[in-house]
C-alpha cells in the first residue's frame, strides 16, 4: 500500500476524495503523475502527449472509482487506465506515435529532460521496447521501471502472476537479443 | 555457486537500490555475460525516461475543472437503497427466462415440448427433410444458420426466431 509524504495511504485519499475532499483527490495525482508520465514517456507517449495522458488517466479514475475494487493497488490501476489510454491514442494515429518516438531516438536528438539521451543502452533500450507486444513491455515497465511485484501487475493489467512473469521473461529475451 | 535465475529475478529490486548485491554476485556480473546483459538491460530500464517532467500542479487543477463540470460516475444500481432488492429480481428473472428458453438450446428429444418440436409436429415434412434439403431451403430463404460454418450441417435448433418464422411460411406453416 502506497503511502504519501504526507503519511495518508491511498485507499484513504480514495475515500476521502467520495466524501468530496478535493484536496485528498488533489495529493493523489501529485503523488502518482511523475510516475504515470514516465510510464507513458517510456511506452511510446510523445512528450506533447504525456501531460494530457495523465490528466485523462486522473479523470477517468477519478470518474469511475466505481470500476477499482481496491483489492489491487491505486497506482496499478491507474496503470491499467493509461496503458488502455494510450493503446486508444495509438489506434487514432494509426502507429504514428511509435513512429514519431522511434526516430527521434534513432536520431539521438537532444533530450529536454535529460533522460538517457547521451546514454546509448538506454537509447537502444527504447528502440528495443517499441518493438515488444504490448503487453510485454507493459510488464517489463512495471516489473523494471515501476519496481511493482509480479502480482501487482497481473492485477493491474488482469492476468496472473504467471502470466506477467512468463510476458517479462519473453521481453527480456527479446531486448538481449537487441541489445547483444 | 550463483544461482542465475534467482539474481536475475532480484534485479530489478537491485536497480531501484532496494537490495544490494553480495561481492559474489558483483564478481558473478564480472564473468557471465548473459546475466551482465540483463542487469545492463534492468539498469537502463529502471532510469528510463527518469526526468519526465509532469506538471502535476496544472494537471491536477485540469482535472478537478472536469471532474465539477462532471461528477464521478456512479453505477445506477449503486445508487439505488434497495438494490439488493433489484439485484434480486433480475436473477429471478433471468432464471425465468433461462428455464423458458433452455429447451431450444437442446438437441430435440422425444417428448421434449419445445417449440421446435411444435413446430415439426405442425410441419412433418421438415422433419423428413435430410441435411442437404435443409441446407438449401435455409439457403433460399439467405438464413445465415446456412452458411455460417463451412463444413457444418445447420440445426433447426440452431436456427433464431425469425429463421424458423422464414422457414415454417416457406413450408405453408404459420
Known sequence: MLVGSDGAPDPELVVAWRGGDERA????????????????????ATSADVDDLVQDT????????DGWRGDGSFRGWLFRIAG??????FRQNKGRIFLEIEEHDIAGSADPAGELAADETGRLLQQGLLRLPRLQREVFLLRVQQGLEYAEIASALGSTTGAARVHYHH?????KELLA | MIDCAAMRDRMPEAARGTVSWT??????LAT??????????VRAGAQLHA?????ADRVAAAVMARLRAAPPERSVIRRLPWRGSVIGLLAAAASVVLILSAPRLQRPRAGNAS???????????LQALDDGQLRSVLQSLGSTAADATPGVVPHLEDLTDSELQLLLHSQGGE
Do not use: M
Open chain 1, 25 to 44: 483527490a488533489g495529493q493523489l495525482v501529485h503523488r502518482h503523475a511523475a510516475a504515470l508520465g514516465r510510464y507513458l514517456a517510456a511506452s511510446g
Open chain 1, 58 to 65: 486522473f479523470f477517468k479514475a477519478f470518474r469511475g472509482l
Open chain 1, 84 to 89: 488502455n489510454l494510450l493503446k486508444d491514442r
Open chain 1, 171 to 175: 521481453a527480456v529475451k527479446r531486448l
Open chain 2, 23 to 28: 561481492g559474489a554476485e558483483v564478481a558473478h
Open chain 2, 32 to 41: 557471465c555475460t548473459d546475466c551482465a546483459l540483463e542487469w545492463r538491460i
Open chain 2, 51 to 55: 526526468g519526465t517532467a509532469v506538471a
Open chain 2, 115 to 125: 417449440d421446435t418440436a411444435t413446430a415439426l409436429g405442425i410441419l412433418p415434412e
